[in-house]
């Protein structure tokens, strides 16, 4: 009974945080995005595939999605930290930069992130839209400008092209660039998976194990804030609710958006879809398995030892999100023209 | 006449310190590499679609060139530097390797590599299986060890298993793993380029301005080196016979194979093929354009001062050798399990 006040407590305490934080735009958004999709009597939703794409748009999204050209070295795509050969993300604890800078965050997976409220950790961009012309232009990242990067998509004769029959203009804009890769990214939805069957009835989907674990997770308060079509994805919580999270990292979550002490160590919750492939996992990367994760959030955030036999069964039932992974065929990139700017990766 | 004399004599020069070199073996594979495909009246031979690999190891290989998991940083795949989005090269100088190091060399394409004579620029290895273990162990490149890459595979259930299927042993070791490896490179051929229609008797298949190239390529004397189906590949040749290549690339060639100073600057003459997608050219990347290039070919090899008319043909004819790109489903990795050892890039 303290635990379960406790358990409140926290939910309560990242509510309160929340609105002050002045997202209740975001919370509309999300309370759109589980709109779209199917409710049930469970406090998560299945994701269904996603539709109304402008296909041009994602066609050329996907171009740039793998253009190393949109870095300073022309080394370092969307796709470097994000492949989607691996769930999305890079599997490092914090992701590589241009010149092999040690980024402050560990880079979250593109999969689904089109049903997030916000983008980033911190939320510090509204939609894939916004979020896209960050990493552009982040020294620590691509260490490009947007002024360069659509200089150089404006010598290349056959993106030339493209930008101007998708988007019927002469001129090639950031705007466009951003667009159009959000138009890639709404597309990268991981349905079908063994639990949202499950969801829809067929209850042979998933197996005795994990439906005990899905039932812990749930009743024990995981589900308060890993929920809706996204597991995840739809507010902002503290890491470290009952137990202070001891971390060498030293980004300050939402408060380095608001500027609110409260705000410290306050991140978007992380969808849980495909977390299999995800590894490893919190805003650090230090938890390197999901055993791991599950026991540390029971400890911190639910004030709850779980015993290895639930451990287990959560980790079962966190499998149970991975979805089908998007099957994609490489693009080829059209080449750049004697005009484009050639890279210098080690000036 | 002169120049004539000067182009033989460089030709000569190169099949003498070939022949020094002691490439019997190679010499009788290029041979057996032109033989696949079909004679002409041309020098230069149509490629054809890869036939008769195993369609387990290609499978497999096919994860393993998009696997960051071969490298120290967990970051750098094969296809990192030899991108199959753009020609099978990285369309830089020289590569990047762990921890940004700049690599000593520029990377050359994977396409069609299958038709090379030896391998690597100064063809220290025989063939693809024996070149695709030396960026893996390179602490130039992925700066890991045989053994490590052996040790994650091995944790991983997915490929123990896949491995298990395809080659019928317990153990995965780097055999089998440079085996697939090579068996998916040996499908990246690109046939129907434009030019080998026309060699196949489409005469509409190039215009006149490429025909006209084309026959400049060849009466001035670029085909004695770049010929066969790789249009190059299958000869070292000295880069810098009439004048030396001016260079701050340390590159030894092939006398860093030899120990012979006569085979200093001589490299295996790169392959022709999709050579408008592998910008930058040269051992040195150096040249960032193909007009540079065929202006410093013709004067530095041939003692021949091209005309901008003539360079603009030869330039026309090389951008017919563009052939079909891989199509190319992007692979979904296998997940690490808990007993995977995790990448650390930054220590």
Chains 1, 2 share one sequence.
């Not at 890993?226 to 990292?249: C, L, R, S, W």
Request: hydrophobic share 40%.
């Amino acid at each position: 009974m303290v635990k379960m006040k406790k358990t409140m407590l926290a939910c309560m305490l990242g509510s309160l945080a929340y609105m002050a934080g002045g997202y209740a735009v975001a919370q509309d958004k999300a309370a759109e995005a589980t709109e779209r999709y199917k409710p049930n009597h469970e406090l998560i939703v299945a994701v269904e595939p996603a539709v109304g794409q402008d296909p041009g748009q994602v066609e050329l999204g996907k171009k740039l999605w793998f253009d190393p050209r949109l870095s300073r070295s022309g080394f370092i795509s969307c796709n470097s930290c994000h492949n989607l050969s691996m769930g999305g993300s890079d599997n490092l604890p914090t992701s590589i930069g241009h010149n092999w800078q040690e980024g402050p965050i560990n880079s979250p997976t593109v999969l689904n992130s089109s049903l997030n409220f916000v983008q980033f950790w911190d939320g510090r961009a509204a939609d894939l839209k916004e979020q896209a012309g960050g990493p552009i232009a982040n020294p620590m990242e691509m260490a490009f400008t947007h002024d360069l990067a659509v200089e150089i998509l404006e010598s290349i004769p056959a993106y030339k092209e493209e930008f101007k029959k998708v988007f019927g203009k002469d001129e090639i804009t950031i705007d466009e660039i951003t667009q159009a890769l959000a138009s890639f990214e709404e597309t990268l939805v991981t349905p079908n998976a063994r639990f949202d069957l499950w969801l829809k009835g067929d209850d042979n989907a998933i197996n005795d194990q994990e439906l005990r674990g899905y039932l812990t997770f749930k009743n024990s308060g995981c589900v308060a804030c890993h929920n809706g079509v996204a597991v995840g994805g739809n507010t902002f919580q503290k890491m470290g609710v009952i137990e202070p999270y001891v971390t060498d990292n030293e980004s300050a979550g939402v408060a380095g958006v608001t500027g609110n002490d409260i705000d410290r160590m306050r991140f978007k919750v992380p969808t849980l879809r495909n977390v299999e492939l995800t590894y490893p996992y919190f805003h650090d990367g230090a938890a390197n398995t999901l055993a791991e994760s599950v026991d540390i959030m029971g400890r911190l955030q639910l004030g709850r030892k779980f015993t290895e036999n639930e451990i287990e069964d959560i980790v079962a039932f966190l499998k149970t999100l991975t979805g089908d992974q998007p099957q994609l065929v490489m693009p080829i990139l059209p080449p750049s023209s004697d005009l484009t700017p050639r890279a210098k990766p080690f000036d």
